[in-house]
């Protein structure tokens, strides 16, 4: 079953996510209820915080997209339908060094029709386990890195509101007021 995703400004989105300890069959679970949830809604990326549970994990799926990016995974190429969906457990990024900045804008499946531009690093590598707790290291760039970036600052509270620039905040800003007030109405009920 899909879950209900969890609207800004909720106050899970600001939590920061518990270290998954066991890869069961619950975590595996979680992981087919999250990428059913995904898809459903038409999203890249999921985080647990969008689905009201506060660990580090979220799911990915970036097969339909027409974006150009590259990627290594365990050090061989497999095709994407081969590891996607994917769940990411855990993960820790880092920035690979004197990659540029690009713009591109974003949108969140906790900010329904809300998008604006935001600055990240263009390629990263990640350490994660996956829903069996097997460990992986993933190299990317372009919108898969851009998609694990947005994702992974979910896991630690952070929205990407967060890393607009001031101007581009702004833009947003009476469309964001209204939508955390929508939130807060339906919560009361
Ligand atoms: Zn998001």
Do not use: Y
């Not at 969890?6 to 595996?28: C, M, Q, S, Y």
């Not at 059913?36 to 990915?60: K, S």
């Not at 590598?125 to 069996?132: C, L």
Request: charged letters at 30%; proline letters at 5%; hydrophobic letters at 40%.
């Amino acid at each position: 079953m899909p879950l209900r995703i969890v609207h800004f400004n909720d106050p899970i989105l600001r939590a920061k996510g518990e270290k998954v300890a066991a890869f069961d069959a619950e975590l595996t679970h979680l992981a087919n209820e999250m990428v059913e949830t995904m898809h459903e809604a038409g999203g890249i990326g999921l985080a647990a915080q969008q689905i009201g549970r506060t660990l580090q994990l979220c799911v990915v799926d970036l097969r339909e997209s027409s974006e150009k990016f590259s990627w290594e995974l365990d050090g061989a190429r497999p095709p994407l339908d081969l590891f996607m969906p994917m769940a990411i457990a855990n993960p820790q990024v880092t920035v690979v060094k004197g990659t540029p900045e690009t713009v591109f804008e974003e949108g969140c499946l906790s900010f329904p029709k809300i998008r604006g531009d935001v600055v990240r690093p263009d390629a990263i590598e990640v350490k994660f386990k996956d829903q069996a707790g097997v460990p992986h290291l993933l190299k990317c760039d372009g919108l898969f890195a851009r998609c694990i970036q947005h994702e992974v600052d979910h896991l630690n509270g952070v929205l990407f509101i967060d890393r607009m620039e001031k101007k581009v905040r702004a833009s947003i800003d009476d469309a964001v007021k209204t939508l955390a007030k929508e939130t807060k109405a339906a919560g009361k009920k």
